[in-house]
């Protein structure tokens, strides 16, 4: 490496430093914002935040794995042998959270279930007519 | 001595090749597998990432990340997300560090090498320091465990009937209310040690009392930053080494460029790689 190589690295360095600390106070600043801390009373919607915030983390990794480890520069079979299982994850991610979504409606429709059951028992006959005794569990 | 001053030579050669007489990728055994070490790595950190997903979907509530980590040192309490910010940055800049000490490998300086690695390790070291401070606050002032999630969060609107001493508020008081999606930290009484859970009314009229969060979130946690942080410090004691080695000027001897150090480089930049996705799925989404 001569002296030209080296300055030119020590500027693609900084330039990383640079880069990696303004999207980092991006995102936290998406999700301060996006929460209302910023200005009292202005919220973004989930669906606005999370694809900004998943989308930047992502060019962070892309920038960290290019660049700092030199991915950019090593053979397309390396990049493929490493980088191609990665794509296994997606599906990994849609069908666990999937899965997730689903605990949770099964759980709901338990609670549900277990809430009418309380209520069938609970609830006392309505005194429909006076006078007459009105017999619980006497039911025709 | 002339044989074997050729044998050596020979050696040296065949140091470059694999015994297929190439080398796959035109890179070492030693990079090669380092990145397949990180390959398996990965796997490991997305299954546990993806089960904090799966099991935050899982649940009604979850608590706001933005109410979590709000604590700063000095008694700050009001600041979210920033002490998580400085720790990132803190993990950038050794990851930087690092990539210089990779430059003046190839350029042979081995005064470089020491120097930038050891603002590495000091980097490294910073952010362990800062993930003690965080696990102290959660531990010691706010009483999470692995067990135990104090933070929980409120399903509907309504207002408290206890004051944050667990007292019924008084008449002249007006009473603190909440909104749907609010995380609240459930404390506890200094004297008697015992959780104090206000009673509160929806805007539907049902009376309830602040329950405790999901479990997994606690467990989670530790979980996982625990095992990020550990890989840190795994990380931290092999730079140490490693600069060790590279002062002493073993690493000078083999003139492949401090292929070492590039080793330990890819490893170190993989910790902070990691970190963009435990910052993303735990202090951001």
């Known amino acids: ?140 | 001595m002339d044989s074997v001053a050729v044998h050596s030579n020979v050696a040296e050669n065949d140091q470059d090749m694999w015994e297929g007489g190439k080398t796959p990728f035109k890179a070492s055994y030693g990079k090669l597998m380092m990145w397949y070490f990180l390959v398996s790595d990965a796997f490991t950190f997305a299954g546990f990432l993806i089960a904090y997903g799966t099991l935050k979907f899982s649940v009604p509530t979850w608590p706001l990340p933005d109410f979590v980590f709000s604590s700063l040192p000095g008694g700050i309490t009001h600041a979210p997300l920033i002490f998580v910010t400085i720790m990132t940055f803190v993990l950038i800049a050794s990851s930087v560090t690092m990539v210089r000490a990779v430059q003046e490998g190839h350029r042979e300086n081995k005064n470089g090498v020491v120097f930038w690695m050891g603002m590495t390790i000091l980097g490294g070291a910073a952010f362990l320091g800062c993930q003690a401070w965080e696990w102290t606050t959660l531990i010691g002032g706010e009483n999470m465990t692995v067990t135990t999630n104090p933070f929980g969060s409120h399903v509907i609107d309504g207002v408290y009937l206890d004051d944050p001493h667990g007292h019924p508020y008084e008449a002249s008081i007006q009473p603190e209310s909440f909104h749907a999606g609010e995380t609240y930290l459930i404390h506890k009484d200094h004297e008697t040690d015992k959780w104090i859970q206000r009673r509160y009314q929806t805007s539907e009229g049902q009376v309830g009392v602040q329950e405790f969060g999901p479990k997994a979130f606690g467990a989670l946690f530790f979980f996982i930053t625990g095992f990020h942080g550990f890989h840190v410090f795994s990380g931290v004691l092999f730079l140490l080494i490693i600069m060790v080695n590279a002062a002493s000027g073993i690493y000078a001897a083999r003139k492949n460029g401090y292929e070492m150090v590039e080793k330990i480089g890819l490893y170190w930049h993989f910790v902070d790689l990691v970190w963009v996705f435990v910052f993303l799925a735990y202090y951001l989404l």
Do not use: C
């Open chain 1, 1 to 140: 490496m001569g002296n030209n190589d080296i300055n030119h690295a020590k500027k693609v360095v900084f330039k990383g430093l640079i880069l990696l600390a303004i999207i980092t106070v991006l995102e936290v600043f998406i999700a301060l914002f996006g929460n209302g801390h910023l200005i009292e009373g202005v919220r973004l919607a989930k669906w606005i935040m999370y694809p900004m915030m998943i989308g930047l983390s992502l060019y962070k990794a892309y920038f960290i794995i290019y660049e700092f480890m030199h991915m950019k520069y090593e053979m397309q079979g390396l990049r493929f042998t490493v980088l191609l299982p990665m794509l296994l994850l997606v599906w990994a991610v849609i069908a666990f959270f999937n899965e997730g979504n689903n605990w949770k409606h099964n759980r709901q429709v338990i609670q549900q279930k277990n809430q009418i059951g309380i209520e069938h028992i609970a609830t006392p006959p309505a005194p429909a007519n006076h006078g007459e005794e009105v017999h619980p569990g006497n039911e025709h």
